[in-house]
């Protein structure tokens, strides 16, 4: 990536519903290299999607939980199964294997107390599980979506 495309990066985390001439005008392009960039950025995967990002009290699950996982099993079938399990749980809104003492983390959302008992009960279920502690979210002070993208970052080429 060379300054132009962390440009365009940036401006895409910041607002995806920006239309193309405006991204062109704003990173010094044309329209036409512009667009060939962007798609280019998609396809070596450093734009995964566009999407809208929505306030979750806004759709009644404004209880954001942080759910920490300790097993005693670490074996690859295990966490095969684990992970579609978890993963399959539209509550879980991020989930990730951990290094030190936790084993993995997930960030939860639901709509009350009453509605993470029922999450509670339906991961413990699942498997069996050494620890299971959750930590409730009283405010979100910051959150957002957008990674820092520095001007002075050296190009990155996958290998």
């Not at 495309?5 to 990173?27: G, P």
């Amino acid at each position: 990536m060379d300054a132009i495309d962390r440009k365009i990066v940036a401006l895409l985390q910041e607002d995806a519903s920006l239309s193309l001439a405006q991204i062109a005008h704003r990173v010094g392009l044309s329209q036409s290299p512009c667009w060939k960039r962007i798609q280019r950025l998609e396809k070596s995967g450093v734009i995964l999607k566009r999407v809208a990002l929505i306030s979750p009290e806004s759709i009644g699950v404004g209880l954001t939980v942080f759910v920490s996982i300790e097993t005693g099993d670490h074996s690859s079938a295990w966490l095969s199964k684990f992970a579609s399990t978890v993963t399959a749980m539209p509550e879980v809104m991020e989930f990730h294997r951990m290094a030190g003492d936790i084993d993995y983390m997930l960030r939860v959302a639901v709509h009350d107390m009453q509605a993470y008992d029922a999450f509670y009960k339906k991961l413990i279920d699942t498997m069996p599980l050494k620890n299971v502690t959750s930590r409730f979210s009283m405010e979100r002070v910051k959150s957002t979506t957008a990674y820092p993208i520095a001007s002075d970052l050296k190009p990155v080429r996958k290998r």
